[in-house]
Structures are given as C-alpha cells and as structure tokens.
C-alpha cells in the first residue's frame, strides 16, 4: 500500500504530465466505447423496428433498399405499385392482413405516410408490440385527418384539432405545399423508439386527395384546381401506392408466397423477408464497424504507448529519486511494482475518465442524435463487453508498465548509488 | 449393494438417454408413400404449339410444387436434431434471432422452386441465436411437432421449440 501511494506522490509531483497523459488515454477511451455504444444502440433500433411482419412487398429493387426505404424512412422508392396488385395480393387466402403504404411527402422533414386503419391493427414493432394512441383516435373517414407520431407532435409542438400543411416531397424546407388542403390532427400516437415516431400518418384517401388537381407534376392552376370540399366528394381510391407489408396464415408458406409475388405477371414485384433483409444489411454494415472499431482500437493503443514514452523519458530524469529510494532501503523489485503501479494508476485515472468522458457526451447529445438521426442512446451502465474492452486496456497498460519497469529495475541494479553525472 | 447402485443409477440414466435427440435427415421428413413427382414430358406434336411451350416455359417460372406436401405424422413428438440453414423471421433488440424457418438448402438459387412445406420447420427459441451468416448452417435440437393440414388456410408443416442450437461444422 505504502507504494502504492510512494507512487501517487511521485505521479503528484509531476502532475501537469501525468494529467495529459491520463487525458490521451481518456479520449481514446472514450472513442472507443462511443463506437462500441452507437454500433450495438444502431442493431437494437433497427432490430425492434420491425416485428411480426412477413413480406414485404415493393417495387422491383434490391431487398435492403425496399427495407430501408418502406419501414426505416430511409432513401426513396424507386417507383410505385399499381393497387390492383395491391388487392389482388391481399385477397389471397394465405394472407392474414395487408398494410399499404404511400409514402413521397413530408411535413418540415418529417415523412407523411399514407396507409389504413390496419396499419393501427397489425403494425408491430419491439417484441410484437401493437401501435398505441396516446391521445385521440385513428383517422377515419374524411380524408383531411392526420395521425402523428410522437415526436413529431413533441418537436412541433401539435395538439389534438391543430391544423397543419403537407409539403410536396421530402425535404426539410419545401417550396411546394399542398397549402390549400389543410389535415387536422385527430390523433398522436405514443412513443415507440422507432421511425413510427417520426411519421405524420394520412389516410390512402389523403394521400390522394392532396394530389387529385396535380397535372403534370405541378398544381393545377386557376379553374382547374378543386378544393378539398370537393375533393371530399370524389372517388379517392388510390391508383398506386409504394410498398405494402403482409402477415401471412401460415409461416411456412412464406416461401411460396414470396415465389408468388416476385413471379407476378401483372407488374414487376419484389418480396422480401424482413429478417433476411435486415440480416444482409447487417453484413454489409459489418465491414465498416469492423474498420472503425480498429480504429479505435489504434487510438487506445497510441494513447498507452504515448504513456510509455513519458514514463520511459521521466526515468532518466529520476534516476536520483531511485537512488535514493535505495539507499533507504527500497529493494529493486519495490522500484519496479513503483513502476508497474504508476503505468496503471495513469490508465485507470485514463479509462475512468474516458467513461466519464462518455457519459456526458451522451447526456449532451442525446437529444439531437435522436431528432437528427432517429437513434436513442440510453444512459445505461456499460455492458459486459465495454467492461472487458475496459478490463482490456487496464490489463495492456500494466504489460506496458512493465517495459520501464525492467529497465528500472535492471538499471537500479547497476547504478546503485554511484550517480554518474 | 453394488447392484443395487447400478439398478439406481441406471433409473436415473434411464431419461437422460431417452432425452438423447436423433439425427434426422430432411428426406425422412418426407412420406415414403408420397406421390413421386412426374415431370411434365407430353410429347409436343404440333409446331405450332410451340409458342405456348416456351410461354409456359419463361414465366410464372417455378412455383412451389407442394404448397400441402403430406408430412410423417410418426415424427410429432420426437426428439431430434436437425441440420439446416437459419432464414430469420423475428430478430430481438439484441440481435438474437428468436423466430425462423429451417431449411435444407439456402441461397439466391431461384431456377428451381423453393422448398415444399414439408422441407421447411418454423422453429421458435426462447433464448434465440446470434446469426452472424446467413450461409452457416446449425444443427437444431427439439421435440418435433407435426401439423397435418386441415384447411386451405393452415399450411400442413412441421413446427419445434429448439432447445439447442449449434454451429454445424463439418465432420473431419
């Protein structure tokens, strides 16, 4: 113990080193756990997402694509499907139930869906959880009725009967409104966790009345334009939508359905599993989480050398601090564990405050890395791997205290107390 | 004395090894009496047919032959391990894959049909598996349960709660 704290004074009088030291170290820990942290926080979100749905149907693309695209709000549908594939699809006997959905609009950034009532019914997400309303109802009839999510509604500051504008595509700031058919807000759902919470729900109806008057990829103009009185009044079956999900009966008949739909001779299709989307999607994610856990991995190691050079350097400087210790008794073993004991004292104080360092960056960023990026990082206790990465370093630092620790040893051998200056 | 021991430690053995799952092969899950499967081989006379033919031939291409294949209904309750490939269905928010479909054969080969449903066990697992590949196959262990069809709607399969699974790896 008592050399345990020899060292403590020794690292305390040469404090301003050491503190930087500890600081490098403290970084590149940090680095190294923010990257192991928004890796497995990035698989959690994705994998509760989606849950009890087994096809998803799109246009013909790539299976992550449709993914990304139909429940992650991510990218943009290559094109639409017609909706008698739609219905010819729903109506098969293997299918359970059929949500559709429209998606290419957006309210300031967030994405506008349009769907049925069934996506309220049959969407799940986490570990088969339905959808929940925290306030109001589902849109029913009229077509001007919007379901928000959760943090659409908290971010925007929209309460129940508040009216709000659709924007014409996706972008955060658009030039485009669809201004004269205003949607009412008659529900907000609770949160999810998911991109759930960022999408303005419309009805299939909705979705279609907002564009009725659109000739030619622009709004019609003078007498041309219908109201939305009118457009109440008319047929608003939709002629295409962008994707649909389907639970099916009988899940060994996902195959076969899946054959099904991406053999249809209607129209070009694309079916996918989600699981197997998901999955794919996580291979190709892996390559660039490898990389940038080496990475950091490189940065912790620069971090424990950069300690090594500045106890490798301070030991010529204290070859009388040494001298003297011996001359009073101190063995060269005892250097040495003064040694090995000052590497590890550094990289705890280090890892300690890369933790630390973590901590607060997540309490400082977790509010805008869940509005910007949709992910949530919780303040939880580190995971049994961050503990053995931590465990890790700790265990690299004392071989690495043992390098100038022989050299001390061996040196406090030879030198003893005849100081050659 | 010592007999008695042994008589006791083999009533304790006794449902240790009746628990012992048997290795199964996918070809036994087929019905031996099942319909065997004649190729379509009428001969074609009339060349002006032939169009038809090749209609017939380039799309809706390969559907699954046995959307109701008949499955052994002797195997429902068996314990036994399987060899097969995972497709996921349900992935928990740690990744594990809790809910999937066992296959024999898997890839992107879509010149013949997928599997018939007596090729295919819709497995459920508790604890689930960490899938790092799609292309690893496992060996899954579990008392099978054989669903006989009963209507258009319900598809006949074979269905098992996995109590193991495990990397297959192959026998050196």
């Known amino acids: 113990m008592y050399l345990f704290r020899l060292a403590m004074a020794s690292l305390a009088n040469r404090r301003f080193t050491a503190i930087l030291t500890a600081f490098a170290i403290a970084l590149s820990v940090c680095l190294l756990l923010a990257v192991e942290r928004v890796r497995t926080e990035a698989r959690a979100s994705f994998a509760s997402t989606i849950s009890g749905t087994d096809l998803i149907v799109g246009a013909r693309s790539g299976s992550v694509n449709l993914l990304l695209y139909s429940v992650f709000r991510i990218g943009n549908a290559t094109n639409n499907i017609r909706w008698d594939s739609f219905e010819h699809f729903a109506s098969n006997p293997k299918v359970k139930w059929a949500i559709p959905m429209s998606l290419g609009d957006s309210h300031r950034g967030y994405r506008v869906m349009g769907t049925t009532e069934a996506y309220f019914e049959h969407y799940q997400y986490g570990r088969q959880q339905h959808l929940e309303l925290a306030d109001g109802r589902a849109f029913a009839s009229d077509p001007f009725e919007v379901v928000l999510g959760a943090e659409v509604a908290e971010a925007l500051h929209y309460k129940l009967g508040d009216k709000l504008v659709l924007a014409h595509g996706v972008a955060a700031i658009s030039l485009v409104k669809h201004d004269d058919k205003p949607f009412t807000v008659v529900g907000i759902l609770k949160r999810t966790g998911t991109p759930v919470d960022r999408t303005l729900h419309i009805s299939l109806g909705g979705m279609e009345a907002i564009h009725i008057d659109w000739k030619n990829g622009v709004p019609a103009q003078g007498n041309g334009r219908i109201s939305a009185d009118q457009a109440r009044n008319m047929d608003l079956t939709p002629q295409a939508i962008t994707a649909f999900m389907l639970g099916l009966n009988s899940k060994i008949s996902t195959f076969a359905l899946q054959r099904e739909i991406n053999e249809f001779r209607g129209e070009p299709l694309l079916a996918i599993l989600p699981g197997v989307a998901l999955q794919e999607l996580w291979s190709l994610m892996g390559t660039a989480e490898k990389a940038l856990f080496v990475i950091s991995l490189f940065v912790v190691l620069t971090g424990l050398i950069g300690m090594l050079t500045a106890i490798l350097t301070s030991l010529n400087e204290r070859r009388r601090e040494m001298a003297i210790l011996r001359s009073v008794g101190a063995r060269p073993w005892h250097i040495a564990t003064l040694l090995v004991l000052e590497a590890f004292a550094l990289a705890l104080a280090g890892v300690t405050a890369g933790l630390a360092l973590l901590y607060i960056g997540i309490a400082a960023a977790q509010g805008y890395v869940q509005s910007a990026y949709g992910l949530y990082l919780p303040l939880g206790w580190p995971s049994e791997y961050e503990w053995t990465l931590m465990a890790g370093i700790l265990l690299a630092a004392l071989l690495m205290g043992s390098v100038p620790a022989w050299r001390a040893y061996r040196q406090s051998l030879a030198d003893g107390l005849s100081i050659r200056l | ?172």
């Open chain 2, 1 to 172: 004395m010592p007999r008695a021991l042994l008589a006791l430690l083999l009533i304790v053995a006794l449902p240790l090894w009746a628990a012992e799952p048997r290795d199964l092969a996918w070809s036994e899950m087929i019905p031996p009496d099942a319909p065997p499967e004649v190729p379509n081989m009428t001969p074609l006379h009339d060349l002006s047919k032939m169009g038809d033919a090749l209609a017939a031939e380039s799309a809706p291409a390969a559907k699954q032959d046995l959307p109701n294949a008949p499955v052994v209904k002797a195997l429902d309750g068996q314990q036994i391990r399987l060899p097969g490939y995972i497709v996921p269905l349900e992935v928990s928010e740690e990744g594990r894959t809790t809910d999937f479909l066992l296959v024999p054969y898997f890839g992107a080969c879509i010149h013949v049909p997928p599997p018939p449903s007596n090729q295919i066990v819709h497995v459920k697992s508790e604890v689930g598996v960490k899938l790092d590949e799609l292309y690893q196959p496992y060996w899954v262990e579990g008392p099978m349960q054989v669903k006989p069809s009963t209507s258009e709607l319900a598809d006949a399969g074979y269905q098992m709660e996995a109590q193991k699974i495990y990397v297959y790896e192959l026998p050196e």
